[in-house]
């Protein structure tokens, strides 16, 4: 999505359309779901649908509209407060862990915020001249990638509130199959890099997030990485062989985890015996079942195994004789290599690498220093995209981040090897 | 309420009158609430409003009707997993932590189970013969007493989600003055008991709780109870005393509550610095603010202090000299004294009674075996009854019990003394 | 123990006998200890013996040498900041989970921190005057009761120490056998009581806790109360019977932690496949193995059953269809009921009875005020005392107290019924 | 210390030098605390000295004698499951929280239990012929140096321990300055590296742990490092200027611990009105002081500040305009950069990288392969050396790694800038 258009007319048109298709496009995810699903959150690391459309709307409000429209009225003061989410610069704000609690205000009066802050930056886009759309474009831009971001948060987390429904309700009714490859998964291809001197990172006008920059040379070791993702099916099969009962496979912290969370196969999938497969209308089905969007279904064996811990990612390429690849590795293979099947679309795929700041990396200015920077220490770098990825948000730049222990995101692997 | 009645056409009809009135007042009481405010759960002790809704329902299925209606249809058998509360003979169940998260079923649905099961018992009721009522009759009444229950429990646990909220939400809008005294509140007079064998608990026909029996003598002391409840403006003044901060008149595991959860004053109530007083629209008024079920209001010197835990109750009695009366004392007093005055309808009275089983106490038969019995360690015996308690509800025989840090019941004192 | 003698010079003979007794059995207790296990904290509940030794001296220096020897110089100041236990009165205090972290002072500055109190002591007995002596008299007396507390939890403490030792190590080597009955257990006989107006509490002039009093009436319905303790051999059939694993038996906050803390049996009792039995040199040997202050041996069938919780005592009793005793109900038995046998010196015995304040309790004044009332809530009584209560010590008034959950004492049961 | 030596004799020789020198150096450690001191365990991170000094031996009983000397009798098996840290492939062991519970073996069995290792390890060595040396010399090395680290671990250990204590004892009577320059401190000057590849990790015949390898090219931006490092009066001007209170120093974890841990300053400085000044003996001094080996010492403006998280020294970098280096930027410069002082000997430095796998990481064979890999995750490389750590033990190449939020090492930092 570059908005950098030399037209200021043009440039004016395009964000409107990208304003509006975007805002259009939250409001149509949380469409399947009640006032009360959107209200619930269930567990302090995810958010109510219903603070994800408030939250995104706030942030153009606080970070575009109160700085860019003289006289702007706030729809109410007291919003900010509460769905501020972590920027301190931008004032106290409500507890994370409490922002299920928050019934009032209402889905309906959330909705009315969002149509009062459209209304505004519309407002604002049909009369800014050159100079102001200079000045708006990067904020407004940022605002919608934020938004984005916000979208798959919104699909990963009320797939968890759902998830602890022991009834596991559907998200949508099935429709096209989910999360599946469109033919039969091929045998596994590794494919060879040759190693030396290669450029990661993002450059240019187009946007891109702070932490994607700058781009730097890296020197790489020649290595292989696998042409796909690896399948639910051949996951099963690290079960069956006690991946998950033997600690040579883990790492320290992830055994530790195995252990005290009781984690006996990946979160969202049920064993045969399963109570919840009654409660789902699932009995008397034989094998896995996976719990997703579209509900719980029988365990597809060629779809990508998703919902996986970066522990249990390390632990399956251990056990298959590989390894995890790098940040650095993974992007010059998906640009460069013919062949890479899967990049996105899917899941998100674990790196070896740890999120820690690239050469020369400078935080935006102002308020946004405090979007990915602050968050570099203790998260794993995840490359790619998924299904919940909303269309244009991603590129092979992309660096997303969890902590090693998280299992509620699109998250799955992709192997690689030394050569 | 007693249903015990010799004529069979007679009985029946006042059951159903019974159960159509209850069955409909804890609709009111769900009234002013959206769907959402009905969803949430804002801590492990406190209940969604619509679980109230259902799992009141539910036991007039698992209890009544299972056993009673041959051949009876459940609204949903998966229900009874989602709303059973505690009871181990009947089933597992839904983790209570978790009830906030069943978005589904929706308000609507339980709304329809509300009304399947109120169609099976009307039904059943209607064509019950004089054997089947006197079977019927003691578990309906149990259901209905047991509804009136969750009718209270619904308003402490909507009082407390709200009052997580910053913005500190109304339940209803304010009305008549809630909570106080019709004129201005006399000093405070000493009854004096001369003490001697009485009699407590309760017996005859007429419903009453099994921890309420059986009626047995006790031998009391002389003693003075006060005729009125502790006020909101005497309770001011230990604080501004210092109550919250020495250590003395307060119990070693009330201090330790004191210093571990930071208490300062009870708990719905604000300081004048209270941030959350601008989001409630009371900036710039002087003095404490109350929060209730009208929302925040300045402080009612005249009014009972409420949503106090035992701990504070009985630190503001050891700061006024006094003490709390027994239970056993409590009853004799508000059974005999002449001048006893806010007996009920305004809050709960803790005692300086553990609650334990009475002399010859044995648990009702049945399921309803876990009603009672099952809590007796632990807890604190509370008397009386509150402006939350429905019309009819309560006895001089009731024993309500909460532990000694609960907060957020309507729950104060009333002093007495040695003579 | 009665220090109150018409003559002076006895009585202060008297007090110094005790004084020398009783402060000697401390040293005799620590003396298989080394130093090592003398210093180490097992959990926030227990203390090392180091500490108790210190702090049954510190009470003397702080409660009676500052305040009745004219220019007294303590030892080290520092140890009223380490030694104090709770009383908020003497100032601030180390924090009880840190005790175990005080490996200085070293054993030896303990022990000579008592030999400087005992010279002060002495000294100030052997020139007292009536007038000095009585004043001195009652807070010695405490001092000396408050000592020998202290040794039964140095004790209880000191084994739950080494139950934490998976090698399981021996207080003591054994000996004479200890907690076991001189002859084979008779049959249980139910000692009748018929109930109607009794006294129970101290009165008098011979020393007793303040919360023993004052002396009462209390009115009791018929009863009836074992004649002896509940065996091992009794509580292996509760066991066997799948005690632990039906909720039925239980209250709710006893089957809340059979569950949470995965209890199966009481929490000295090794089963058959304990791998502590072969650190502990017992492998290959069939059948129960309890631990105690004798180290591993076979379950004695005869022995009182010990270091039980009340939840663990309540549910034996539901299961052989009785009850625990009341307080009242124990200590009439217990003076009034010939036959009644093991009244003290093999385990404490929990009551049904709740640890709330006699009628006309009054604290003793002064710092002593903080010894017992403050801890009247959330507790249960236990009468009679145990194999580790030192002799002298105990009464049939004393009230003895712990959570429901404790599991760490020499605490047994006896059962009661109704008539 | 390299041990590979083409004359077996000679290599034999110093090996059993170094095996004598290392393991005097244990005891020498131990020497100033007594068994108290050396029983204790302060927190679930931290060990007993007498853990550390029978874990060690352990590490030589269980990896090197028991399979290199035929028919070896161990000293006493059950401390193989007393002393395993935690290696999964060497059987079950007690759980590490509990390690300080272990009273028994005492001091004088661990120290007999050392005697009996270090007589088989010298007979296996004066036996050894030149193949049986070349199988041993490895693991023996590797055991040598793990003793090594653990002796720093004891000295941090101990000195949290006598941390909790209220007293602060010093480890050692005050000697020669620790921690400080020889001269005053210099102003900083920044070293400038033009960047480009290089070399970093370990490579040659020498003992290297696993995770410093292998030796592979890296492509450095141009940067510039401090020539020395941060001093306690350079961090207390940030104290001074609110560093602590200001979130935008910190990154978001680092200031969720300054909230919610209450961080002020670093974790071993005591602030003008701690009251264990007064306990130490250092009432009415002026300024920081802080506590160390040497017990509580005035702050030294020009040492160099310690016990300090990576959360701590990164909010000082930004702070001052600056960053952490990355560790290969630490290991070129400390290299090759003429005037890099103070690179060991005083405090390990925290880097700006995530303690991730070298290219081609590969664990060593056997059970040694859970030394260094199975920690790959959530934890930050520090590099150098300090105060603490044997002498001879470093390289560097070393990858020392800690969680950030660990503040009871010897760690501190050195400023590093791109240019």
Tied chains: 1, 2, 3, 4.
């Excluded at 699903?37 to 709307?57: N, R, V």
């Excluded at 009066?109 to 759309?133: G, S, Y």
């Excluded at 293979?333 to 690239?358: C, I, K, N």
Aim: aromatic share 12%; with cysteine.
């Amino acid at each position: 999505m570059t908005f950098q258009d030399p037209r200021p007319a043009q440039a004016s048109h395009r964000l409107l359309d990208a304003y509006r298709q975007i805002r259009a496009h939250s409001l149509s995810l949380a469409a399947p779901l009640s006032a009360e699903d959107q209200c619930i959150q269930s567990m302090p690391d995810a958010s109510p649908t219903k603070w994800h459309l408030a939250h995104t709307t706030w942030f153009f409000e606080a970070v575009l509209l109160d700085h860019h429209v003289p006289a702007y009225e706030a729809f109410d003061r007291r919003l900010h407060y509460l769905f501020n989410s972590y920027y301190e610069a931008l004032g106290p704000r409500h507890p994370r862990p409490h922002r299920g609690l928050l019934t009032r205000p209402s889905l309906d009066e959330v909705l009315a915020f969002r149509r009062h802050v459209d209304a505004a930056v519309e407002a604002l886009l049909a009369t800014a001249d050159e100079q102001a759309l200079a000045r708006i474009a990067p904020v407004l831009t940022l605002g919608l990638n934020h938004e984005q971001q916000h979208q798959e948060l919104l699909l990963t987390d009320i797939l968890h509130a759902f998830s602890c429904n022991p009834m596991l309700p559907a998200y949508r009714t099935p429709a096209a199959p989910a999360l599946r490859l469109a033919a039969a998964v091929p045998e596994m291809r590794w494919l060879a890099h040759g190693g030396g001197i290669a450029a990661i990172g993002h450059e240019g006008d187009a946007f891109a997030f702070d932490n994607e920059g700058p781009r730097h040379a890296v020197l790489l070791q020649p290595f292989a990485i696998a042409d796909r993702l690896v399948t639910c099916g051949e996951f099963a099969q690290f079960i069956a062989d006690g991946g998950y009962t033997q600690a040579r496979w883990w790492l320290s912290d992830g055994w530790a985890a195995v252990q005290s969370q009781g984690w006996h196969h990946p979160a969202y999938w049920l064993a045969q015996d399963d109570p919840r497969l009654a409660l789902s209308g699932h009995h008397g089905t034989a094998g896995w079942h996976v719990f997703g969007l579209d509900g719980v279904r029988p365990m597809q064996p060629d779809a990508p195994v998703a919902q996986l811990s970066f522990y249990e990612a390390a632990a399956y390429a251990e056990w298959a004789g590989a390894r995890l690849p790098t940040e650095a590795e993974w992007e010059v293979a998906a640009t460069t290599l013919e062949g890479f099947r899967q990049a996105d679309g899917h899941v998100w795929q674990w790196t070896r690498s740890s999120y820690d700041p690239y050469p020369g990396f400078r935080p935006l200015p102002g308020v946004a220093a405090e979007y990915n920077g602050k968050f570099m220490v203790g998260q794993l770098v995840l490359r790619g995209g998924s299904v919940a990825t909303p269309p244009g948000h991603g590129r092979p730049t992309y660096r997303n981040f969890f902590p090693p222990a998280a299992r509620w995101q699109f998250s799955g692997l992709r192997l690689a090897k030394d050569v």
